[in-house]
């Protein structure tokens, strides 16, 4: 059954490809074919000579060297070259090679202007540049960039190709620049999104010189320079690596509340959104990470959120939130990512923040939904003074969703940053404050044989009556910190130096200080038991009655079938973060490569507490459940009071763990460009871990007292101010190759080898660290890195209809680490084993088509398949090899249909996911589903570049139901089918939004 299923996705699969391309090739029919393209290239290489127009062939050293070429009385249009134009480092050389074997000279009539003429034209054209040379009235070039429905594109950056002459544009589209001196140039537009634009133009004296652009939608970015896992800003297409570019617009229309959610549309990743805002489980490409961002470094503005990973000090979004400081966000996956990212083998995900321009540009967005969502976002940019320039923006908002429990999220942020642009570089400084609580959501009860929610399944474990509860500790009454959810206070700072020195040095230095306080206070529910069932553990006769009643209402009538056990953990990790990145870069020109060679160092302290206070509270099995009291009535008349106040453990364990941490990083490499074909990068990275553990030895204390011998006061596992130290030391280092060859214009092929690694994370080693009579450590601990070996190729396709990446790739880890709970000296610790192996081969395809015949419709789709398998996997005496690596689907789908014309704006985007096993052992499958998310919306533009746009967006549009998860607290190799509930995550319900949007 399982194969037959698979054999019908990829049947599925295959007939989405090919209706995909058959869609394609009808509507493209003016896009010419590839074989066209390639014949049509003035480069390409042919077995027999080809004749190419002078003009043409010049082009390619126009592009080279930033000059212009002007042609004397018809010279150029009639000329022929026989052979491929050479390209050496010298401008005037490879001049002279191209035009002496035709009898033609340059004239060099400018700074970056030349005409091409016979020689006996030389004198006359030199006497017309020294009369013309003569002080004379300038010229100015206007214009308006829109896109292909007519809006204005504010942040258009216009230039002249060649000098130092540029403008941006203002709301209204509209550009000026002035002071031009008169004579021909190339006029290029930009903009994110879009296709770069060049044209030809002619300024005259005292005239003004008018050229509009209309600015074709980049499908798929093809053409968007890329900084992430490169230290050369290059078109994506160009890239060694699989890179994914999403823009500012894009998360705007998805108006997600995660990371997951934009993630999500990544090929290749499957990120899990089902726990609400934050601490995201983020799989990329088959590789078995036990969540969050285990494989993968989260960055802002190409430095790490945090440089040690998350696990049990919480995962890296914490300190992250999404708004519309965002430009665009780039993700980088496998290859070249072990060098640029910590703990980086599997990819890098950098959000890059936007910057001022010359035009002052200001966003306002409010936003109302379900369950009473409110949110207030702004953002505004532009200039500060001469040479300087701002952006800042923020949020805030309410929300009680989107699981109702009684404990809202709210919160705010600030950010934002200054740039002083120089002669040569520009320094920039970075600033966020962030005071923020988000509730976070865990599995809960689901019929263990239907998997039907037992409880409602909008519903929720989480429960507002947690807010209010205290418990005795030796250092006195502590009371419930759970209404703060997972709360994050602080800030960040960022400074950015880059200069050029000349002679092709450059240095750029980023330096990163954080400084949070930090809470996750979470609900963890454990399996619930009929009524009946829990109590028999706690009589000592079978006619002994167990009598229940609600903990906050006595009076009311216990009429709960089932109760749940469910942790009630509050755990305090503040965190500091010191962090210095240094790059220094020498491009150098042979005539027959270019090369930029880099040199760097990464340094980071990080200092982080976690404080654990892990207490059980009793309650039943509901949405928002409410505090259970529990006790037992002998036959002798006796009384025993199981909980207290609704309260079944004061503490069942306790953490009180410091981890300091320095991480030291070198690395080099070449990124190599050999004529217009090729691009090689090589490079290397060596890192090395020193941290200290410092963790609080724990005893068991008895809070009974006799007037309260409640068994919940029993037992209580706290800090006896004694503390053990332990030194760690890690160091490895990553290698990586990747090709990347322009076929044509159009097409790019490439490829990449890479050997990574990623230490274990420190908390392993504070699981319990005990000391046997020897002196030796309790806990046992890795004794390698693990290994990451990759590889990847694939083809890239940009046209102005049509793109495609299609890839295929293959992972394997050695040493690989496994976190588990086991039990040592009675109490159940974390404890991460080497226990063997994996591997992953996967298929990777997105494409993108925008066909002319409807103008403004765009569909992309991405498809992901990947087999995945455990080849070497034991635990204990449990052996697991040959078992598909648990919450890894192995076919992905994510589809989108967006249309923008006539100010109405329409996006319906469709995931599915395969099955997946929510366990090591295979036992509990998760079945495929799909969740579609709407977004619409209308502009009304108003003078003077403002618009107004009012919008909706549904997400989970026909409420479907899926599970995401399973019980990742139940031990390896137990079926949960075993017991009449089982805990799973499932995914989150319908939810619609309203938001109003103004730009000015």
Known sequence: MEGRKMKRHIFKSIIVVLLYLLVGHVFAQNTPPIASMVHNSAFTKESSPRFILLKEALKSIEQRFNVGFLYYSGVGEKIFLKNKVKLSNNLEETLKSILKPLKLVSVKVGPSSYVIA???????????????????????????????????????????????????????????????????????????????????????????????????????????????????????????????????????????????????????????????EVAVNSFVRGLPSPGQFRYQTLQEDGIPIRSIPGGFISAEDVFFRQDLNVRTLEVAKGGASTLF????????????????????????????????????????????????????????????GPRVSGLPTQGLQIKGNVTRVMKSGHLRFYFKYMDD??????????????????????????????????????????????????????????????????????????????????????????????????????KQDPNDQAVYSFTNHPATPFNAKAVMPQGLWARFRPTKELVNQFVLQKRLDTGISTHVFSFGTYLSRTEATDKQIRTTGLFEMADKPRLVDLKIVRTDGSTLQVTRNGILEVSNNFFNREFASNTVAIFAGDEMKINDRWRVDVG??????????????????????????????????????????????????GVAVGINYALNEWVNFYGNGSRGFVFPELSTFAGNVSIDSRGNFVQPEPKDNEEFLQAEGGVKVSTTQFSLALSGFWVEINNR?????????????????????????????????????????????????????????????????????????????????????????????????????????????????????????????????????????????????GLTEGDPRLATGVDPKQFPFLNARPILPQRVKASLTYNF
Not at 356 to 381: C, P, Q, V
């Open 341 to 400: 990212g910590i703990n980086a083998p599997g990819g890098i995900i950098n959000y890059i923040s936007k910057t001022g321009g010359e035009i002052m540009h200001s966003t306002l967005r409010f936003t109302a939904g379900e369950k009473n969502y409110y949110r207030a976002d702004f953002n505004t940019n532009g200039p500060l003074g001469k040479d300087y320039y701002f952006n800042i923006g923020g949020f805030y908002r309410f929300d009680e």
């Open 817 to 961: 680490l496994q976190g588990d709970i086991k039990i040592i000296d009675g109490k159940a610790v974390q404890v991460t084993d080497a226990v063997g192996k994996s591997r992953t081969f996967g298929l990777e395809a997105t494409g993108a088509f925008a066909p002319q015949a409807v103008p403004g419709l765009r569909l992309e789709s991405s498809l992901t398949l990947q087999d995945h398998e455990a080849t070497d996997f034991k635990i204990g005496d449990l052996d697991l090899s040959g078992k598909d690596i648990k919450r890894i689907p192995q076919f992905m789908l994510n589809s989108s249909l967006f249309y923008e014309r006539y100010g109405v704006d329409f996006m319906l985007n469709w995931l599915v996911l395969g099955d997946r096993f929510a366990d090591d052992a295979n036992l509990f499958k998760l079945d495929e589903f799909g969740v579609v998310t709407l977004a619409a919306g209308y502009t009304v533009r108003f003078r003077g570049g403002q618009s107004a746009r009012f919008g909706i967006n549904v997400y989970n549009l026909f409420d479907s139901e």
């Open 684 to 733: 290397l990275r060596y890192e090395r871990e020193t941290a200290t553990v410092r963790v609080e030895k724990t005893s068991n204390f008895d809070f009974r007292t006799p007037t309260d011998s409640s068994l919940a006061l029993t037992k209580a596992v706290f800090g006896n101010g004694s503390f053990i130290r332990r030194n760690l030391t890690f160091d490895d280092f």
């Open 118 to 276: 016979y020689p006996s034209q030389k004198n006359a054209i030199l006497s017309m540049f020294q009369a013309n040379s003569m002080p004379q009235e300038k010229g100015k070039v206007v214009g308006r960039v829109t896109d292909q429905s007519g809006a204005p594109l504010f942040g258009t950056q216009v230039l002249l190709v060649g000098t130092t002459l540029g403008d941006v544009t203002d709301a209204d589209g509209n550009y000026e620049i002035a002071n031009v001196e008169p004579g021909n140039y190339q006029l290029r537009a930009s903009f994110i999104g879009y296709r770069t634009q060049t044209v030809d133009i002619t300024v005259r004296a005292g005239e003004t010189s008018t050229h509009d652009f209309t600015m074709v939608m980049d499908i798929l970015n093809m053409e968007e320079i890329v900084t992430t896992a490169t230290r050369v800003g290059r078109e994506q297409k160009e890239a060694t690596t699989s890179m994914s570019i999403v823009t500012a617009k894009r998360i705007e229309t998805f108006q997600p509340q995660s990371v997951a959610e934009i993630l999500r549309t990544v090929p290749g990743i499957h990120a899990e959104e089902g726990g609400g």
């Open 437 to 538: 609580r988000v509730q976070f959501l865990l599995p809960f009860a689901h019929d263990s044989q239907t998997l039907k929610p037992a409880i409602d399944s909008d519903g929720t474990h989480n429960s507002a009556e947690a807010a209010d509860f205290t418990i005795p500790t030796p250092g006195g009454t502590f009371e419930s910190t759970m209404d703060r959810g997972v709360m994050t206070k602080g800030a960040s700072v960022m400074f950015e130096y880059y200069n050029e020195w000349g002679e092709g040095w450059s240095i750029e230095n980023k330096t990163k200080w954080m400084d949070f306080k930090h809470e996750f206070n979470i609900f963890i529910p454990f399996v619930a038991s009929f009524a009946d069932a829990f109590a028999e553990k706690y």
